[in-house]
Every structure is written in structure tokens, then in C-alpha cells.
């Protein structure tokens, strides 16, 4: 091996968990930089007992897609490794093909991980990739808050996707695949100037000028990821100290939280909102600071299907009962994204919020030390018009509820985006 090979093979090292697991994947589209990544982690596998899983996704878009994946399937086979090939027959034809054709084929490699026993499977995401998604970002966001590079570690439906060639460039991976003699194909999409990518690539060949790179801007994006993470770190601590969790609603202190850095409030009320509502997407910026606003001067509220409930030096953060007045399950499923309420057999028993009506009937609420309007967007077991338990003080009869994920996990994983 020479010097350039050894190079490449200690900075993937570096980039890989310190254990490496023992069964690893490899998604190898038969392009240069998957294919080059195959090869190092071969080496890799030379000096670690691990045992490594070749996979390619044959989307069925292209015609030549079905050959590349045999020619996969054979460079494989000459260093020893298993390959399997997936196949992709899903695509409506509605959304953006290479959208949907990425959530494809990250779907298929992590239930085909799952059925191997395979723990990680290794992306060939290069440096270059890294400054065009850098760039592609900063061009749609509003600017350098919030802005990240892709990260280098990422679950995906149960396994984990790593990207430990981030510090490596393309031309780096050919030089290394010419040297060893190893051939690769050029996807022709990579190409056609329409897509967003290949501007991007040009924004960053035209930052040479005033030096900056891929490399460097590979640098820029893992730094933004420690800022982010010092970030999250804070704001985890933060909302241990101010915010105080009961089931599903989360009671802030007034002070402490207009004591934090914006930032950082921004990131405890964002955290509560999605928690409680179970949004798949933040609220508006503007809703969100007059939210803030609202819970340091301690007024009423509500955003996303969430209010804002005053109380002394207080805020409560909890969700509205029109929100989910509609939600109706059955026992031992998911109500309103995050309540399971399980319990003895019974026949036409149905989960619903307790709303006016079953507060009413279940005077113990007043124990609970939460606000009324808190209780009333909570669930309850009903028959007919009768409440027959509600996780309320004295939440009996053999009923359980829990909330999934449980709030420190949650917080613990929103945090780290
Ligand atoms: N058809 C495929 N089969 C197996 N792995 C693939 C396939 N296509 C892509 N990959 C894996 O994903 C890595 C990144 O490829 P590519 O840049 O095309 O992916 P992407 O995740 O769709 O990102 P983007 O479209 O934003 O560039 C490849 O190096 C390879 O590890």
C-alpha cells in the first residue's frame, strides 16, 4: 500500500466508531466513491475482526441500473464479500424522483440490515458531497442559524447510517481506485445541470479564488455540528432546570426561562411544542417568538395545538383540547401521537380526551395539581357517555398509561438534530 492508500485508510479509520461492529454493510451504488469505499473498508476488515455486507439498490430507472449492480456484485466477490441486490418497485411516480428514490433506498438497505443482523451500514459520502449540501442549505435557509452539513452518524429505521468518508474527496477516491486498478461508473445524473447538486458544484469550484474547498468547507460543516451539539447539550440542561414534565404537559418556570440565551429558549419551547402536539414540523418563527414573548410576561397563548396556560410564576405548556377533541382510539393504541392507555377487556370501551364532560365526572382532577384546561385534552377511557378511568390522581380500575418516547429520551434525541 502506498502512502496516498494509507492516508485515506487513517483518516476513514478516524472517522469510524472507535468499535467498529462486527457485522458492517456497505451501500455500493458501483460508482467511484462507494466503490473506493469498499475497497478501504476491505482493508479495514483486514486488521479488525469484522465481517463486511455488500448491498446495491437497483431502483429500476435506469436501464443500464440492473447491469452496474452485477458489476457490483462481481467486484465483490473479488475481494471475498457477500452482495446483495435490492430492487426497488415502489415509485408512484408522484414527488421528486430522487427524493423519493433516496427514502427508497435508505428503506431498503435498513430492512435488508435488519434481516443480516447488520448493525451500521457505511455511506460513500465524500467532502465534495459535504460543501455542495453546505451550500445547497445555505442558499435555502435564512441564514447561518440552524444550518448544518450532513451529519456523520444518523439512524435510519433501526440502523445506523454512517458517513465516515466526509473528510475525503472525490478526486482523492480516484486517484486511489486508478492506483489499484479498480473501475468504477460515472452516473450520467451526476451530470445534467438541472438538478440543485451540480450548481452547487459549481458554487464551490468558483470559492477557489479565495481558498476555500471542499476540504475546507467539510471542516466548516463539522464544526457548525460541534456548535450544534454544545448548543443541544445546553439546552438539555436548561430544560431540566426550568422545565418541569407532568405526563404530557410541561410546566415553565417564568424566570428561568427568560434568564437563558434566545437560542436556547427557543430550542426548550420548540422541544415542548413538538413533544406535546407530536408535530412532524416546527411552528412558524413568528408564532414561536410571540410564545416566548408570552411566557416570560406570563400570559395565555396557543400555537400549533398547544396553550399557553399562566400560573402564578408559571407558564404551562399543554395541549388544547380542539386539537384533539376529534382523536378517538382503542385501548392499547397510540392516542394523539403519544398516549398508550392499556387495561382490563371491555366491550365498546374507547379512548377519547376527557374534554368538559369527563372532567366533570372525575372531581379528582382537582388533586393533580394541573389546570383544567390541561386535564380536559387528556385521555380518558370512555363507554358511551361515561368516563369509566382517566390518568388522574387515582387513576385505577387495573388502567395504566404511559407516553411513548418517554420525555428524557425524546428531549435527549429532538436535541440532537
Ligand atoms: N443505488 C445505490 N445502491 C447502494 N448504495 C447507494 C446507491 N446510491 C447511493 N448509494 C449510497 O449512498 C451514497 C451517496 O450517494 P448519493 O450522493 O447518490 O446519495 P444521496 O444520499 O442520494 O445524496 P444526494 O442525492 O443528496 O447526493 C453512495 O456513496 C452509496 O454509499
Redesign the pocket.
Known sequence: MNRHSENLLAELRARLPERLPPKLG??????G??VA?MHLLHQVAQNEEIALFV?????GLRPD?AQE?VT?SRQAAALGLPHDI?HWAGWDRSGNV?DE??KA??SL?AGWAQQRGIDA??????AD?QA??LLMRLGRSSGVTGLSG?SASRQWEGVTLLRP?LGITRKDLRTYLTGIGATWVE?PS?QDPRFD?IKAREAVSGLKPLGIDALSLSRVAENLAQAHAALGAFAQESARNVAQVEQSDVKVDRAGFAALPKEIRRRVLLGCLVWIAGLGYPPRQAAVEQAMKAIIEGRAGSLSGCLLVPEGMSVWICREFKAVEARISAPDEVWDSKWVLTGPEISGAEIRALGEDGLRQMPEWRETGRPRLALSATPAVWKGGAVLAAPLAGFANGWRADTTPEWPEFYASFLSH
Not at 55 to 59: K, M, N
Not at 121 to 126: E, Q, S, Y
Open positions: 456497505v451501500a455500493v451504488s458501483g460508482g466513491d462507494s469505499l448491498a446495491t439498490v437497483d431502483h441500473a449492480a457490483v435490492l430522487q428514490a433516496r433506498r435508505y438497505l451500514i457505511a455511506l460513500g459520502h465524500t458531497d455542495e449540501t450532513m468518508m452516473d451526476n447538486r
